[in-house]
C-alpha cells in the first residue's frame, strides 16, 4: 500500500552469476547445489556480518541494501575474494564467478521490496563489472575512499542504458580471468619524458569538471607539439583522476621522470589555475606558478604553462625553436566546453556514450563552425559506432566522411584532422594516401597515441603487418592506461596472427580480452590464436565468455566484420574461421 511507502538514501548492492545459463546446461544440479553452498557459506554470512538486507533474489541473481557505502564495498570485496580462493582456476567449465555493481542513491521502500533509479543503476553497474569484481558509482567512491584499503581503477563517464545521465564508473577485481605475472613498469625514455595529471576541480560545481579536463587536455596537446619530449597520452593519466596519487607511484606505473599536477577555480569571469612540475626521481619541485586571469584568457594561461614547462625541463629551449601547438581556439568558450563534455562520452567508447559523443560535437560545429576537432572528433566518433557497434553503417560512414573532409579543410596541420582523414581514406580503399596523412600527423606530433595506433591500423589492413607493430608498441608505450588499449592491442595480436606468430598473438590476445573494456571481436582471435597454439583449454574457455557476452556470435558475423576492418586479411581470416568451426562455433 502506498502508506507504506518511503524514500531513503541507501547503498545498493546488485549481484548475479557470469555464465550462469552455460553452467546450468553443463550441469544443472552441480552447479544448483554449488549455489546453495555458496549461499549458506558465504554470500548470506558476509552480508548479516556487514548489515545488509536481502531484498531480492531470481535465479542467479542478488539485491541487498546495506546501510552505508562503506559496508556494501566491503561486503562485496569479502564475498569475490572469498569466492576467489575457493573456485579452482583449472576448472573453468564449473567456476561459479560474480559481478557485482554498488549504487548509492535513493531508493523507494515498499514493504520488504525497494525500487527506484538508485536500484536501476546498481543494476547496469553490475552488468559493467569484470567477473570477480566490483562496479561502483563515484558516489560510492567519493564514500569509501581513504576509510577502506581497497583500490579502484577509473572506468570513466558510461552512457549507462536507460539512465539518463552518464555515470562514473570505478572498477576492482580480486582477481584477472587469467592470472599471469605482473608485467614490469616500462623503462625510462631515452628523452624527457612528463605525464599531465588531470588538473583538479576546486570548485563545488561538479560542472566545472569539463573545464578542468579540458585544460589538463590542452596542456598534453601542446607539450606533445615538441619532439624531444616523450608525453604520456590524456588516455592514461586520466585514469588517476579522482584518486589520492603517489607522484613517485605515478612516474614508476607510467615510465616518465616528471609530472605535472594542477587545479582550476573557476567563479563568475575569473578563473584562477595553479601548476607545478615536480620531478619524479626526488620529489623536487621544479616549477609551480598561480594565473589569475579573466576567463577569455584561458588559452593564453594554457600557452603559458606549456612554455613554463617546456623551459623548466630543457633549458637550453632558448636556442631552440617553440612550436607551441599550432591550434586554433573556438571562439566561443561555450563551444569549448561543450567539446569537453563530448570527449567525456566519447572516451567512455560504449554504444550511448558514442552517441552522445557524436550529438554533442555536432552542437560545437554549429556553436563555432570553424573549429575543426570537432569535426574531426564527430568523425572518429562516427566510424567507432559503425566499427564496433554495426549501427547505420553505410549512414554513419557518409556522415564521417564529411565530417572528415570539413576538419582537413579547417585545419590541414592539426595532427587530429590528419589522423582522422587518414582513416576516411582507408575506409575508402586509398591506403598508401592514409599511410601517408597518418605519417604526416605524426611529423606533427611524434607523441599522439592515435596517430601511432592509426598508422600502424592503416598499415595492417593494407597489407603490411610487420610494418605496423611499431607504430602499435609506440601507441602502446605512449598510453599504457588507454581506455582505447584493447584496441592497440588487440589491432597487435591481429597483426601477429596474420605473421603466423600465435603463440605471441595468444598472449596479446588474452591480454586485450582482459582489459576492462574491451570489444568482444578480439575474443575470436585470441581464442584462434589459442587453438594454433595448443592452447585449447584457454581457448575453450575464451569462447564461452564470448557467448556469454554475445549469444547469437558467428562465424559468418565475424567475415562480415573482418571485410571492413582487414580487407586485405582473407586467407588469416579464413584460417581464423576454420579453428573456430571446429572448435564449435556456429555459422
Known amino acids: 500500500m502506498s502508506s507504506q511507502r518511503q524514500h531513503r538514501l541507501a547503498a545498493i548492492f546488485a549481484a548475479d552469476v557470469v555464465g550462469y545459463s552455460r553452467l546450468i546446461a553443463a550441469d544443472e544440479a552441480g552447479t544448483l547445489a554449488a549455489m546453495r553452498a555458496h549461499r549458506r557459506e558465504l554470500w548470506d554470512p558476509a552480508t548479516a556480518a556487514s548489515g545488509g ?91 569509501v575512499r581513504g576509510r577502506l584499503d581497497v583500490e579502484f581503477t577509473d572506468g570513466g563517464e558510461r552512457a549507462l542504458k536507460n539512465i539518463p545521465q552518464p555515470v562514473h564508473i570505478w572498477h576492482w577485481l580480486a582477481s584477472s580471468p587469467a592470472p599471469r605475472a605482473a608485467e614490469a613498469p616500462p623503462a625510462l625514455p631515452d628523452k624527457p619524458s612528463i605525464a599531465v595529471l588531470p588538473f583538479e576541480n576546486m570548485s563545488q560545481d561538479r560542472e566545472q569538471d569539463f573545464f578542468a579536463d579540458g585544460m589538463s587536455e590542452d596542456v598534453i596537446t601542446s607539450l606533445s607539439q615538441f619532439e624531444w619530449l616523450f608525453v604520456i597520452a590524456r588516455n592514461s593519466t586520466f585514469t588517476f583522476k579522482g584518486q589520492a596519487t603517489d607522484i613517485a607511484e605515478v612516474a614508476k606505473t607510467l615510465g616518465v621522470g616528471y609530472v605535472l599536477e594542477g587545479s582550476v577555480r573557476k567563479a563568475g569571469n575569473k578563473v584562477r589555475v595553479t601548476a607545478q612540475l615536480i620531478e619524479a ?73 558514442l552517441v552522445s559523443a557524436i550529438r554533442q560535437f555536432d552542437e560545437v560545429n554549429d556553436l563555432d563552425p570553424t573549429f575543426a576537432p570537432a569535426f574531426a572528433s564527430g568523425a572518429d566518433a562516427r566510424y567507432r559506432l559503425m566499427l564496433h557497434y554495426d549501427s547505420d553503417g553505410d549512414v554513419l560512414m557518409k556522415q564521417a566522411q564529411e565530417k572528415a573532409l570539413q576538419a582537413i579543410a579547417l585545419e590541414p596541420r592539426n595532427p587530429l584532422c590528419l589522423t582522422t582523414s587518414a582513416r576516411m581514406f582507408s575506409f575508402q580503399g586509398q591506403h598508401d594516401l592514409a599511410i601517408s596523412k597518418a605519417r604526416e600527423a605524426i611529423d606533427l606530433n611524434p607523441n599522439s597515441a592515435m596517430a601511432n595506433y592509426g598508422l600502424g591500423f592503416f598499415l595492417g589492413r593494407s597489407g603490411q603487418c610487420e610494418a605496423a607493430l611499431p607504430y602499435l608498441d609506440r601507441a602502446i608505450r605512449l598510453s599504457p592506461r588507454d581506455a582505447f588499449s584493447p584496441g592497440f592491442v588487440g589491432v597487435r595480436a591481429m597483426m601477429l596472427f596474420q605473421l603466423e606468430r600465435y603463440e605471441e598473438a595468444a598472449e596479446w590476445g588474452l591480454k586485450a580480452s582482459g582489459s576492462p573494456n574491451s570489444r568482444p571481436g578480439i575474443l575470436y582471435w585470441a581464442a584462434g590464436a589459442l587453438i594454433k597454439a595448443g592452447r585449447d583449454g584457454e581457448a575453450k574457455a575464451l569462447l564461452e565468455e564470448l557467448n556469454r557476452r554475445v549469444p547469437d556470435a558467428s562465424l559468418s558475423d565475424l567475415r562480415a566484420r573482418m571485410r571492413l576492418t582487414l580487407p586485405r586479411a582473407t586467407a588469416a581470416v579464413e584460417t581464423l574461421i576454420e579453428v573456430l568451426r571446429e572448435a564449435g562455433v556456429p555459422e
Open 53 to 143: 538486507r536481502l531484498v531480492g533474489t531470481a535465479g542467479d541473481s542478488r539485491l541487498v541494501e546495506f546501510p552505508s557505502a562503506v559496508a556494501a564495498v566491503e561486503c562485496a570485496v569479502a564475498i569475490q575474494q572469498a569466492m576467489v580462493a575457493r573456485n579452482d582456476p583449472l576448472d573453468e567449465a564449473k567456476r561459479v564467478r560474480l559481478r557485482i555493481g554498488i549504487n548509492l542513491g535513493e531508493v523507494v521502500v515498499d514493504g520488504d521490496n525497494i525500487h527506484g533509479d538508485g536500484v536501476n543503476i546498481a543494476a547496469r553497474l553490475e552488468s559493467e563489472a569484470h567477473a570477480d569484481g566490483i562496479c561502483v558509482s563515484d558516489d560510492i567512491l567519493r564514500q
Open 281 to 353: 626521481a626526488n620529489g623536487s619541485h621544479v616549477w609551480a606558478e598561480r594565473y589569475d586571469r579573466e576567463l577569455e584568457d584561458i588559452f593564453a594561461v594554457q600557452d603559458e604553462i606549456t612554455e613554463a614547462i617546456v623551459g623548466a625541463i630543457a633549458p637550453e629551449i632558448d636556442e631552440a625553436e617553440r612550436r607551441i601547438a599550432q591550434r586554433r581556439p573556438p571562439e566561443s568558450l561555450d563551444a569549448w566546453g561543450r567539446y569537453q563534455r563530448g570527449l567525456a562520452a566519447y572516451y567512455s567508447t560504449t554504444h550511448d556514450g
